[in-house]
């Protein structure tokens, strides 16, 4: 009768569990994890983002205790190649009345209309007027500083365009008492220093440029009075359009 007590006392030990899951669950809870985060690392690299590929890959061997610095990849920067340099912008060829157009709108931006006549002469070809007191002093063909800006106004607006420039000097038909030119060859130096700034000044090329001078030969006005002489005393800029063939001699034409 003694020993059946016992009995029952050693069942009810084995029994009893100690609290909380299996310690086998512990590692495995772990694996679980790591593997969850194993495979999100994957679905994040996805891209295949140099940058972030290494990020990553740096990441998971700090987590699995491995310290060696991966290799350090450079991440690709594209490099487009640069625009060819031109003379001009190479663009479909133009009529008269649309380069006419886009001049006439330059002017207004540049509020120079006032002191510049925009004329369309024909089909291939544009002037541009302006009065000889806006460059030289009177009787003088040395460009005043004051002049300038504008004739780097009107480069800026020429040298994109198809166009060729001829610069025209023009007097009105007052002799010219005591004055070292006559008017012919005043009109003549006149379009030569205009010549002359644009190509040392280096605004455009010399291939693209003539000089003439006319002297009182091509009056717009009769010179009448001192109002109608002032209009024929002037520097008109030719614009020529260029012909669709290349130049002999020019290395930088592109036909239009």
């Not at 480069?155 to 007097?171: C, F, K, Q, S, W």
């Not at 693209?208 to 001192?226: F, I, K, L």
Request: charged fraction near 25%; charge should be positive; glycine fraction near 4%.
């Amino acid at each position: 009768m003694a020993k059946e007590p016992e009995k029952k006392r050693g069942k009810q030990k084995r029994e009893n569990c100690p609290p909380g899951a299996p310690l086998w669950m512990i590692t495995f809870s772990d694996l679980v994890t790591l593997l969850l985060t194993f495979f999100v690392l994957l679905l994040s690299m996805a891209n295949m983002d140099e940058v972030k590929f290494n990020a990553a890959a740096k990441s998971m061997q700090d987590a699995f205790g491995s310290f060696s610095s991966p290799s350090k990849t450079e991440p690709k920067i594209a490099v487009l190649p640069s625009m060819p340099l031109t003379r001009y912008s190479p663009m479909p060829r133009q009529n008269a009345q649309q380069l006419y157009d886009k001049i006439q709108i330059k002017l207004e931006s540049l509020r120079l209309n006032k002191d510049i006549d925009l004329l369309k002469k024909d089909e291939n070809a544009i002037v541009l007027r302006v009065r000889d007191s806006i460059f030289f002093a009177p009787g003088a063909a040395r460009l005043e500083p004051e002049s300038y800006p504008v004739l780097r106004s009107i480069a800026d607006i020429i040298r994109p365009l198809p166009l060729d420039l001829r610069i025209e000097g023009h007097t009105d038909d007052t002799p010219a008492a005591g004055n070292k030119y006559d008017k012919w060859n005043l009109s003549v130096a006149r379009a030569v220093s205009v010549l002359r700034y644009y190509m040392q000044s280096n605004m455009l090329p010399l291939d693209r440029m003539s000089a003439v001078g006319y002297g009182a030969d091509r009056p717009v006005a009769a010179n009448t009075d001192e109002a109608s002489k002032a209009k024929n005393r002037r520097v008109d800029f030719l614009l020529i359009l260029q012909a669709k063939v290349n130049r002999p001699g020019s290395r930088n034409n592109i036909p239009f």
